[in-house]
């Protein structure tokens, strides 16, 4: 059986189970009802995605993930609400232009959780992905940022005067979820750097969009802000839990893959510029 046959059955297979999984549900944002105990990140988890529709599996998935963090305030960003936010508190800053100039939803996504947090402080998630133990957990009574790293490994070693400072100076660090306290200095640096690289991505064409964004606004590009910050801050403390979130993350829910229905995956795409 050919290649394009094959692929062509597994989504004969997918559009099948997708009956399943409609009628698509509404995901409303959410109000804590227990106090969140901790003094320096404030409670709100902030999530993205094209719009607020989810498949049913998925839905409940992200209910389940939301019941288990009851002390926390979980709001979803569509489009629509990205674009207003990015335009009324970034408006005047050189990152709005890069933000619409971006020619990827996922680019987008990435410029607008790194801004969120630096402006009001909290955690990111992903749409598509959990935790399996309460946020409250991972964190110190100290602590002013919460970040982890993949399994997916970097073969470029921090300097030598940190290396004793990354928890995992082997592995990439993880952007599809972190948290901050306001003003953090890896936010206010991976803002900046995406500004500082942004000349260089303007107008390339890649042949792979994906891995041109991985580096250009996030996991490759946030690997470089930590080492960077902690090599000019070495007083500067940051809580890392360890390979995702010490092996707690739950990094693709189970019917995430419906999402892709309503908006097609980027990965998808080859040689289109990434912004212009």
């Given at each position: 059986?050919s290649?394009?046959?094959?692929?062509?059955?597994?989504?004969?297979?997918?559009?099948?189970?997708?009956?399943?999984?409609?009628?698509?549900?509404?995901?409303?944002?959410?109000?804590?009802?227990?106090?969140?105990?901790?003094?320096?990140?404030?409670?709100?988890?902030?999530?993205t995605?094209?719009?607020?529709?989810?498949?049913?599996t998925?839905?409940?998935?992200?209910?389940?993930?939301?019941?288990?963090?009851?002390?926390?305030?979980?709001?979803?960003?569509?489009?629509?609400?990205?674009?207003?936010?990015?335009?009324?508190?970034?408006?005047?800053?050189?990152?709005?232009?890069?933000?619409?100039?971006?020619?990827?939803?996922?680019?987008?996504?990435?410029?607008?959780?790194?801004?969120?947090?630096?402006?009001?402080?909290?955690?990111?998630?992903?749409?598509?992905?959990?935790?399996?133990?309460?946020?409250?957990?991972?964190?110190?009574?100290?602590?002013?940022?919460?970040?982890?790293?993949?399994?997916?490994?970097?073969?470029?070693?921090?300097?030598?005067?940190?290396?004793?400072?990354?928890?995992?100076?082997?592995?990439?660090?993880?952007?599809?979820?972190?948290?901050?306290?306001?003003?953090?200095?890896?936010?206010?640096?991976?803002?900046?750097?995406?500004?500082?690289?942004?000349?260089?991505?303007?107008?390339?064409?890649?042949?792979?969009?994906?891995?041109?964004?991985?580096?250009?606004?996030?996991?490759?590009?946030?690997?470089?802000?930590?080492?960077?910050?902690?090599?000019?801050?070495?007083?500067?403390?940051?809580?890392?839990?360890?390979?995702d979130?010490?092996?707690?993350?739950?990094?693709?829910?189970?019917?995430?893959?419906?999402?892709?229905?309503?908006?097609?995956?980027?990965?998808?795409?080859?040689?289109?510029?990434i912004?212009?």
């Amino acid at each position: 059986m050919s290649t394009q046959l094959i692929n062509q059955l597994k989504k004969s297979i997918r559009r099948a189970q997708l009956v399943l999984e409609r009628p698509y549900q509404l995901l409303d944002d959410q109000v804590a009802t227990e106090k969140f105990e901790h003094a320096h990140i404030p409670p709100h988890v902030y999530q993205t995605w094209v719009n607020r529709q989810f498949g049913k599996t998925l839905f409940n998935n992200i209910a389940g993930f939301r019941r288990l963090n009851p002390d926390l305030n979980f709001h979803l960003f569509d489009n629509q609400k990205i674009e207003a936010y990015m335009e009324e508190f970034w408006g005047k800053h050189p990152i709005f232009q890069i933000y619409q100039k971006s020619q990827f939803g996922p680019s987008k996504a990435d410029i607008f959780r790194v801004c969120i947090l630096n402006e009001r402080g909290g955690f990111y998630f992903d749409i598509n992905k959990g935790c399996s133990v309460p946020l409250r957990m991972l964190l110190k009574p100290d602590s002013d940022c919460l970040i982890s790293y993949e399994k997916n490994n970097c073969i470029i070693l921090p300097e030598q005067a940190i290396m004793d400072r990354v928890q995992q100076p082997t592995k990439l660090a993880m952007q599809w979820s972190f948290g901050f306290a306001k003003n953090h200095p890896v936010t206010n640096m991976m803002i900046e750097e995406i500004c500082n690289f942004y000349p260089y991505f303007k107008d390339k064409v890649f042949e792979n969009p994906k891995d041109a964004i991985l580096s250009f606004t996030a996991t490759g590009m946030l690997t470089r802000v930590i080492r960077k910050v902690l090599l000019e801050n070495p007083g500067l403390h940051l809580n890392q839990a360890g390979i995702d979130y010490n092996g707690h993350a739950i990094p693709e829910m189970p019917g995430s893959w419906s999402r892709y229905f309503t908006s097609p995956a980027y990965s998808k795409f080859q040689n289109r510029p990434i912004a212009l």
